[in-house]
């Protein structure tokens, strides 16, 4: 009995956990989200009464009148109940699951959409806003973009296979090397959702999230502009300097700065997006302080060589510095 009430508790948990609606599916914000949740909810409450009727006939056939089991037993109800019935099922749910994946590329596919890519690197997110001119912004882990405009985003990855999902918007798209996949979606309204690597991508692959905000047309133009220029720190003096002088620039970029380093996620505007290290630690100095001098533990394998000689001023300043970088 006390197991039981057990695995209810941690079925519940379980439950609620996904109901979180920051990245469910079954909080559409957008109509391609919108069709993937109706998908869902037929194939959840079809389960649910099938499973219920396969109960009820397996309660019938243990303990029902005799001519119902005997029935049951025979070779007709095989044929109809485990050939048949699962077979249309089955392929009723798969065509019309092929035609919700084709609106999903074209319905919302318009002359005009706001073209943005995203790579795939072990275990963060190279986000490239392309602009009309043709110049490119560089930014990472965090996706910005309009509400209630066509979104079109070109998805690759540098190295293993990922998957871009924001479950609040579309579907996932897996980023296969070679290739370049395309997603396309639109959302409803301002906000801000999270999503997240969809694809087992090696070690660090649970930590590879990224949080997407979307936000008023004219907010989001602002933004951009803002996004596009250099870096303009409210703190730099002794920070910025321990950033230059300890090789942080070999691999990140700050623009405005020697700092031009390509391997990394792009620093620029840092200290303006929703979390640190792909979606996993707050935006704070003290997240910052954390992930320079604890990154090999809140997140193995990364990519990024150990920092963790600077001494505790060292480290106040320069996380100062970064969290600044708006
Ligand atoms: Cu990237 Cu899993």
Same mark, same amino acid.
């Given at each position: 009995m006390r197991y039981a009430l057990k695995t209810i508790c941690v079925m519940a948990l379980l439950l609620i956990a996904g109901c979180d609606d920051k990245q469910s599916a079954f909080a559409a914000l957008g109509p391609v989200s919108a069709r993937i949740t109706f998908l869902t909810w037929i194939m959840f409450i079809g389960a649910a009464l099938i499973t219920v009727l396969i109960c009820v006939l397996m309660f019938i056939s243990i303990a029902g009148p005799a001519d119902w089991r005997h029935k049951l037993t025979g070779e007709k109800s095989i044929i109809w109940g485990g050939i048949v019935f699962p077979v249309v099922t089955l392929s009723a749910l798969l065509i019309y699951g092929f035609l919700i994946l084709k609106a999903g590329g074209t319905w919302v596919r318009a002359e005009n959409p706001v073209h943005i890519s995203v790579i795939g690197e072990q275990w963060w997110w190279r986000?490239?806003?392309?602009?009309?001119?043709g110049h490119? %912004?560089? +930014?990472? !882990?965090? *996706?910005?973009?309009?509400?209630?405009?066509?979104?079109?985003i070109e998805l690759s990855t540098a190295d293993v296979i990922h998957s871009f999902w924001i479950p609040?918007?579309?579907?996932?798209?897996?980023?296969?090397? /070679?290739?370049? !996949? %395309? *997603?396309?979606?639109?959302?409803?309204?301002?906000?801000?959702? +999270?999503?997240?690597?969809?694809e087992y991508c090696g070690g660090a692959h649970a930590l590879m999230s990224f949080y997407t905000v979307a936000m008023t047309p004219s907010d989001y133009d602002a933004w951009l502009v803002k996004e596009r220029s250099n870096a303009?720190?409210? *703190?730099? /003096?002794?920070?910025?300097?321990i950033f230059l002088s300890s090789g942080c620039g070999g691999c990140h970029t700050v623009r405005g700065t020697p700092a031009d380093g390509k391997i990394g996620p792009d620093l620029t505007h840092v200290g303006s997006r929703q979390s640190l290290g792909a979606g996993i630690l707050p935006n704070t100095t003290e997240g910052f302080a954390k992930w320079v001098s604890q990154h090999k533990i809140i997140k193995p394998e990364n990519l990024m060589p150990p920092f963790d000689f600077f001494s505790e001023s060292e480290l106040q300043s320069l996380s100062l510095y970064l969290n600044s970088l708006e």
């Open positions: 986000v490239i806003y392309r602009h009309d001119d490119t %912004t560089e +930014s990472a !882990n965090e *996706l910005r973009i309009p509400a209630g405009r066509p979104i079109e609040a918007y579309a579907g996932k798209i897996d980023m296969i090397p /070679g290739r370049i !996949n %395309t *997603l396309h979606f639109v959302a409803d309204k301002p906000g801000i959702v +999270s999503g997240q690597c969809a303009a720190p409210a *703190l730099a /003096g002794e920070g910025k300097q």
